[in-house]
């Protein structure tokens, strides 16, 4: 199946750009000893990335009482956690703008963002040592599916609609259809754009949790946070009605979750679920701020 992705991928002369700044970005966040100054030094030496940094630190979600006009202040303003997080969501959209998809690309990354604030919440309950990286893994898990979705157009459309309605995953649905998925896909591009093996094992590993390597407690945090996310409603919290059980990767997240966290958590995965419905709204609320300053322009 990965020789298909492979295969996929080489058949697309331009692929999607995401450039090099956000690569050296996301090695220097999984690096505990970087220098901050680093990061205030490659967001100087682009003038774009520079323009949108104090755009957003001036906009309703950061501002103070006065105008921020340096990025210096900026970082110091709202901190680097949230400066690299910014740099590498918008990055994320931005890499896919503009392209045709077969399912509407805003619900998509409304659905990205959600698993991310999801993931960090989950991280948070169960003490992961990097909140923020699971933030970003759970933004980029099916960045697979944009890929596929765009130059795959009509037939993955023609998938999606026969699955409509259905229990039926876009996983599953996609190995029948086209003999690979979005995972071995993501896969393909995150190692195209020189992801750190955590992250790349995660969008491979996000519908096969038992598979992963690197970080099996990243792994099973997004597994977990996309199941959530699929199955319930953001606005109410409250489980939606054609959720399927969770399945035998979520099944082995939710062990990998209780055998890995450094806080007991005692209870089943149906009352870990209902911990989290009741503070879903408030998140997805927030991601809905935040997604509206990022994808404007
Ligand atoms: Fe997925
Ligand atoms: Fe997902």
Not at 233 to 250: A, F, T
Request: negative net charge; hydrophobic residues 40%; proline residues 5%.
């Amino acid at each position: 199946m990965m020789i298909t992705a492979r295969k996929l991928m080489r058949d697309v002369s331009e692929l999607p750009a995401i450039p090099g700044i956000v690569s050296q970005v996301i090695a220097l966040l999984d690096n505990p000893d970087s220098n901050p100054d680093k990061i205030a030094d490659l967001i100087l030496s682009d003038q774009v990335l520079a323009a949108r940094v104090i755009r957003v630190v001036n906009s309703p979600i950061y501002r103070g009482t006065s105008e921020i006009t340096s990025v210096k202040r900026a970082l110091m303003h709202i901190g680097f956690k949230a400066i690299r997080e910014m740099i590498l969501t918008k990055y994320f959209v931005d890499a896919f703008k503009g392209r045709e998809q077969p399912f509407d690309i805003k619900t998509f990354w409304l659905h990205s963002f959600n698993v991310g604030a999801v993931a960090r919440r989950i991280a948070g309950m169960v003490g992961y040592r990097d909140l923020e990286k699971a933030y970003l893994a759970g933004i980029i898990h099916d960045i697979g599916k944009v890929f596929m979705g765009h130059y795959l157009r009509k037939e993955y459309g023609e998938m999606l609609a026969g699955i409509d309605g259905t229990q039926y995953r876009a996983y599953e649905a996609e190995q029948e259809f086209f003999g690979t998925s979005h995972s071995e896909v993501g896969l393909c591009l995150a190692q195209r754009w020189n992801f750190p093996p955590d992250y790349c094992d995660t969008i491979s590993y996000h519908h096969t949790s038992e598979r992963a390597i690197a970080d099996p407690l990243l792994t099973a945090i997004v597994s977990l946070s996309d199941y959530f996310c699929l199955t319930h409603d953001p606005v109410s919290g409250e489980p939606l009605e054609l959720s399927g059980p969770p399945d035998r990767s979520e099944e082995n997240a939710w062990l990998v979750l209780k055998q890995l966290s450094s806080r007991p958590l005692d209870r089943d995965i149906l009352s870990f679920f209902a911990a989290l419905s009741g503070d879903y709204a408030e998140i997805a609320g927030e991601v809905q701020v935040l997604f509206r300053v990022l994808t404007r322009d």
